[in-house]
């Protein structure tokens, strides 16, 4: 080592390039979000709602648990709305200070899924009246699940990746074998193979960058 | 190790705090700048300590310091320069030949 602190060197080239190693993993801890909290609000909201949704308004028009019928909704809606939130907080703490296009990246990235939530939500509720409760749960479950897989599919091209790719088919594939199985099916597949596939990528992005 | 090869690498990254200054500067996105404070936070190091640092680099051509007003309050962004990047990978690539055998220069 050299005399002073702020000179101070290296005496052996192997201690350097792990110096160079541990501060990469540190930056890129710092100004990325960790993958748990912005996968798993998410995940649970799935498994949480479309759970609810299943018991409620099961395959062929069973009740498998009996509960007021607006619970299943409320809880997406609150449920979706505090997720929102939350991974938006996250999102722009590790973006903070830090200007350029990633942080305009992120951003319009941001605002896509705000754009396609509020049309699909204004569009299904202009067609909702007169349709039988089966066909509401597939349109509103269907129609966002499927947005949110196309968001994914997208956020992977923005970003390169891969794993968010696998994500984003994973979600879109699963939807529509949900749908074709039809209303109370999908419901019970959004919320195993979907919410499942979400903690299992935040899972899979957490053991990534540790 | 060979000790004698050392003074090859580049004085101006090959000191604790620059290179790790360096570093962290590098795994920002191309074209993005980041806030001092933000820098001092990611790296943990005094103010006095980073400014230092980041004029020496500065002085080599390797970041910029810009300074500019964000709405009242003044805000000094920093990015590694095409030249900081390309001296940086050259630093690396100097560490590896030094202790892959055969590598580099024997």
């Known amino acids: 080592m050299a005399s002073t602190e702020h000179e101070s060197t290296f005496d052996d080239p192997v201690q350097a390039l792990r110096l160079i190693e541990d501060e990469r993993t540190n930056t890129r801890r710092q100004v990325t979000p960790d993958p748990r909290l912005m996968y798993w609000p998410w995940g649970l909201t799935w498994l949480i709602s479309f759970g609810l949704s299943f018991l409620r308004y099961g395959p062929d028009g069973r009740i498998l648990v009996s509960m007021p019928e607006w619970v299943p909704l409320t809880a997406l809606t609150v449920l979706l709305a505090a997720a929102g939130i939350f991974t938006g907080i996250v999102g722009g703490r590790s973006a903070r200070h830090i200007e350029g296009p990633s942080s305009r990246q992120g951003m319009m990235y941001g605002i896509s899924w705000s754009a396609g939530f509020t049309a699909l939500a204004i569009i299904f509720s202009r067609v909702s009246d007169g349709l039988p409760d089966s066909a509401l749960s597939l349109l509103w479950g269907g129609g966002m699940v499927a947005l949110v897989g196309v968001l994914y599919l997208a956020g992977a091209a923005v970003w390169d990746d891969r794993d968010m790719f696998v994500l984003g088919a994973w979600i879109s594939l699963t939807n529509i074998a949900g749908v074709i199985c039809g209303p109370g099916w999908h419901a019970l597949v959004v919320a195993v193979a979907g919410g499942g596939g979400l903690l299992v990528a935040g899972l899979v992005g957490w053991l990534q960058r540790r | ?106």
């Open chain 2, 1 to 106: 190790m060979v000790e004698g090869e050392l003074p090859e690498l580049d004085p101006v990254i090959h000191a604790q705090a620059r290179l790790r200054v360096v570093v962290a500067l590098s795994q920002l996105g191309p074209g993005d700048r980041i806030a001092f404070p933000r820098l001092q936070e990611i790296l943990r190091m005094t103010p006095g300590n980073l400014s230092v640092h980041l004029r020496k680099l500065e002085d080599a051509g390797y970041v910029e310091v810009a300074k500019t007003h964000r709405g009242r309050t003044p805000a000094t962004l920093t990015h590694l320069t095409a030249k900081g990047r390309l001296a940086f990978e050259e630093y690396v690539s100097t560490l590896k030949t030094m202790i892959e055998p055969g590598g580099g220069e024997s």
